[in-house]
């Protein structure tokens, strides 16, 4: 429109200038074309995202990774959004000095004064005595410290991504630094990067390669009685989240960790009662057994496992993880896309064994363990138990039994109950809202169409069963 902006009225159009803006002595614009945003901003066409119609209006478009990024980052909040937005087991939010108290610490080098800030909510947990001394050896890992304090907090979810990609950063700085030898605190560091990962189902399995490819080129060639105690938990760590099947829409393949450096380990006490490792909460007899599958596992090696001593719980649980490994063997439940052509020589071998337990038989006894487990979990003396925070592997295994689930739908409306009740508390935890998410739409496609990897891929998710 012809407008006349120092006047604030319509212009004249009087040549050669507007004759009342002759008349005040100012400058007239009424003979410059004057466009308007309907809605502030350009939406379409190369103009998008300016505010005025000039070439230099144009925003530089950001490069492929860093848009990319910038994505993912959007996508991540909508997902924890749509998720919880209030939990009845996360606490009460503290006060806002506490998330400037925890910005000033990302910023400053590790101090012994630092303990309290960073790791008060790590609870009694066995690491937390070891990470003040890791710290110092680990930059990186005092970052990922604060960063996995960050990621729990609601008060602060809005931040998570900053603190991520800053801790992230220095962890992959540390690591190109580190060609000689991996420090207990930067291997630390990855693992717990990778923890943040599998919580929030951001991609998380390079951590574990690029760590792994240091390794191998010096300390894995040590013998066994040359690593610490607390070497040797680490290793088994990464081998507990290297296992095949214990990944869901993993993008990059397994490394057979476990099954090449931790497998047939003799306990370090003879008098030890129980053979528990202790990230997974599984004997190591039954460990090394998901260690081997797409490598001669079979239904009869999980069949014939003589089990271990526990308590009630835990017998329970290794039940339910035997179970599921089987049924992973006979109908490749969570095998990657890639070994799926392996699966047909295992079943197989399978059927000349003796006679085994049908698919809902299985199914059946599988879940009326979890269910015992949550009933124990949820009563007052069960209620500081880990022992319910290991059931996503059997529970999820079971949800991709399509087929028997259609024909038992109290089956499926048990698990959906079991995950939504752990999801929402006391137990909060966002990553059993994932599983689940990931499962109802798995239930809405036939039998045998789709690969549950497949639909967490396609949401850019990368989630851990452990």
């Known amino acids: 429109s012809w407008t006349c902006k120092a006047r604030r ?17 100012v400058a007239c614009e009424g003979y410059d074309v004057r466009l308007r945003w309907g809605t502030g901003i350009a939406s379409r066409g190369r103009f998008t995202g300016a505010n005025a119609p000039a070439e230099s209006s144009i925003p530089p478009r950001l490069q492929g990774r860093q848009r990319d990024l910038i994505r993912e980052r959007r996508r991540q909040l909508q997902i924890a959004d749509q998720v919880c937005e209030r939990s009845p087991g996360s606490g009460t939010l503290v006060e806002g000095t506490e998330e400037l108290q925890l910005g000033a610490l990302l910023s400053e080098p590790w101090n012994a004064n630092h303990d309290a800030e960073v790791f008060s909510d790590y609870g009694e947990m066995p690491l937390k005595v070891r990470l003040p001394g890791l710290c110092q050896q680990s930059e990186a890992l005092y970052q990922i410290c604060i960063t996995l304090q960050v990621s729990i907090r609601l008060d602060l979810k809005s931040q998570f991504f900053e603190y991520f990609d800053a801790a992230l950063n220095k962890f992959r700085s540390e690591l190109a630094q580190s060609e000689a030898y991996l420090e207990d605190g930067t291997l630390t560091a990855g693992l717990l990067l990778c923890t943040i990962g599998i919580m929030q189902g951001i991609p998380w399995t390079m951590h574990l390669r690029g760590m792994y490819n240091i390794l191998q080129s010096h300390s894995m060639g040590r013998s066994r009685d040359r690593i610490s105690a607390f070497r040797t938990h680490l290793l088994e760590v990464m081998g507990i989240m290297d296992l095949p099947t214990f990944a869901i829409g993993r993008i990059h393949p397994y490394l057979g960790f476990w099954r090449q450096h931790c497998r047939n380990r003799l306990t370090p006490d003879s008098s030890e009662q129980y053979d528990v490792e202790v990230m997974s909460g599984l004997p190591r007899s039954l460990v090394d057994i998901f260690s081997c599958i797409g490598e001669g596992a079979t239904e009869q090696d999980f069949w014939d496992w003589p089990g271990s001593k526990g308590c009630f719980l835990q017998c329970q649980l290794w039940e339910a993880y035997r179970l599921a490994g089987m049924l992973v063997i006979r109908h490749g439940a969570l095998r990657l896309p890639s070994e799926l052509n392996d699966i ?25 363990c979890v269910d015992a487990i949550y009933r124990a979990s949820s009563e007052g003396e069960g209620k500081d138990t880990l022992t319910i925070n290991a059931i996503p592997y059997p529970v999820f295994v079971a949800g991709l039994q399509t087929d028997a689930l259609n024909k038992n739908p109290d089956s499926r409306d048990f698990i959906r109950r079991i995950l939504v009740a752990i999801a929402e508390g006391p137990f909060w935890n966002k990553q059993y809202r994932l599983l689940l998410d990931l499962l109802e739409e798995y239930w809405t496609y036939p039998e045998n169409t789709i690969n549950i990897h497949q639909i967490a891929q396609s949401r850019g998710i990368e989630l851990g069963l452990f």
Request: with cysteine.
């Open 9 to 25: 009225r319509k212009c004249d159009r009087a040549r050669p200038t507007c004759q009342v803006c002759a008349e005040r002595g």
């Open 344 to 368: 047909p020589a295992e079943q197989g071998q399978n059927k000349r064994r003796s006679a085994l337990p049908t698919t809902a038989v299985i199914i059946m006894r599988l879940l009326s």
